[in-house]
């Protein structure tokens, strides 16, 4: 880890951030990363694409989209040279241009050879993600995902990067970790009770199979089939869309329609924090494969924040997060009636719950929020634009958080 030092008082060093596919108010790019360089004095400028093109001020960012393509291969080809030409022609002209796609790569290196300083924000391995791809021939996959690590190493490692988890041995000179913790502002007080009429369970972000879409309607089914009065709510939208007609096929079949709710569409951020504050218990049931067993699930720490026990997959990576700091349990998700007899266990003990709760409000107050974080990405680049002596500027990993004032000694197996 290096030091981060940074000034906080810097002006007219003019940015931009550009991505195909994050909306321009995506809680990592907008909220987290453009605001806050916003507020370190930068002047920043994020280009996304929108429904439309379109330009607008907003929290002090400039905001510019460009009308996105209505089919993937012209996010993929057509849009990258649209952003590359209107990031040229950006006046006064940027030092530092931040990308978050892959497919972004190309025009990122064709910036840096212009003479930008270019930064590319890893949010997810693809490497890892190709070796997952059911659509793929599992000959292929392996196959595919070197090929893409080659091209990924060969436009990008001489930019400087940002990890959502944590740096790889082989790194660029310049990197930084910058893991998506929510904000520990604001947070509404913790429920001291758990209503006896009612369980609510919430699941928070993309739906699919690998993350356990069925398997939590499973689960719903094993909690009411065992007599407990649960509530299940699935705040993002199923993907692909046939998925979605399977899953209300399921609930349908099974006589849950009036005990689970399924969003049809992307939630306001706003209305996802109540449905937040007004559950019982998260759920973050995915499946064990590679993509995710080195990942920081940020449904997670959203529901640290809003003071959810957690159960979560037996994964050894997410041990930190969830049962070393007491604030929730890890299951063998091969086992869906075994889960539902662990929620049950935790719905009759009200006092483990709210043990588990206070836990994960105070590790999110103290350590895990984003207020802490975003020194990382300051302090990258600060090392950019006075051609410091680079390194890997990163918090302390999440194992090595202190457990000074948790209560755990009920949660010991």
């Avoid at 030409?85 to 892959?102: G, N, S, W």
């Avoid at 050879?113 to 693809?126: F, P, Q, R, S, T």
């Avoid at 996959?141 to 090929?147: C, D, E, H, M």
């Avoid at 890890?330 to 836990?359: F, G, H, Y």
Wanted: some cysteine.
């Amino acid at each position: 880890m290096t030091d981060c030092c940074f000034n906080n008082k810097r002006h007219k060093t003019y940015v931009c951030h550009f991505s195909t596919k994050h909306q321009w108010d995506d809680t990592r790019v907008f909220y987290n990363e453009c605001c806050s360089l916003q507020r370190a004095g930068y002047q920043v400028t994020y280009l996304t694409a929108g429904e439309k093109s379109d330009e607008f001020l907003e929290r002090g960012v400039q905001i510019k989209t460009i009308a996105k393509s209505k089919s993937r291969l012209g996010r993929v080809f057509w849009l990258p040279w649209q952003f590359y030409r209107t990031i040229r022609k950006l006046c006064p002209r940027p030092e530092i241009c931040h990308f978050h796609d892959p497919e972004l790569m190309l025009a990122g290196k064709l910036l840096q050879l212009h003479g930008y300083k270019v930064i590319y924000d890893i949010h997810e391995i693809v490497a890892k993600q190709i070796l997952d791809k059911g659509y793929l021939p599992v000959f292929l996959r392996r196959f595919i995902s070197i090929v893409y690590s080659f091209l990924e190493w060969l436009l990008t490692f001489s930019m400087a990067h940002v990890y959502v988890t944590e740096a790889p041995a082989h790194r660029p000179k310049r990197s930084a970790v910058l893991r998506n913790m929510p904000s520990a502002g604001d947070c509404p007080p913790l429920r001291t009770n758990v209503l006896p009429d009612s369980f609510k369970l919430i699941y928070i972000g993309g739906v699919s199979r690998s993350r356990g879409a069925i398997r939590m309607l499973e689960l719903l089914r094993h909690l009411r089939k065992k007599g407990l009065n649960a509530e299940l709510r699935i705040l993002g939208w199923p993907r692909p869309p046939e998925l979605r007609e399977e899953m209300m096929c399921y609930l349908k079949d099974h006589s849950l329609e009036d005990y689970c709710y399924i969003s049809t569409s992307r939630v306001d951020p706003v209305e996802v924090t109540k449905a937040l504050y007004a559950s019982d218990l998260g759920l973050c049931l995915l499946d064990a494969c590679e993509n995710y067993i080195r990942a920081f699930p940020v449904k997670i720490f959203e529901y640290l924040r809003a003071g959810l026990p957690v159960v979560a997959t037996n994964i050894a990576y997410w041990r930190p997060m969830v049962e070393r700091i007491g604030a929730g349990i890890l299951v063998d998700i091969s086992d869906v009636e075994n889960i539902a007899e662990q929620i049950i266990k935790l719905a009759q003990n009200p006092q483990t719950l709210a043990q588990m709760s206070r836990n994960g409000r105070k590790i999110v107050e103290s350590y895990w929020c984003f207020e802490k974080e975003q020194q990382y990405l300051l302090a990258l680049y600060e090392d950019i634009i006075t051609n410091g002596r680079g390194g890997c500027f990163s918090g302390a990993a999440l194992g090595g958080v202190p457990l000074d004032g948790l209560e755990l000694v009920e949660n010991k197996k």
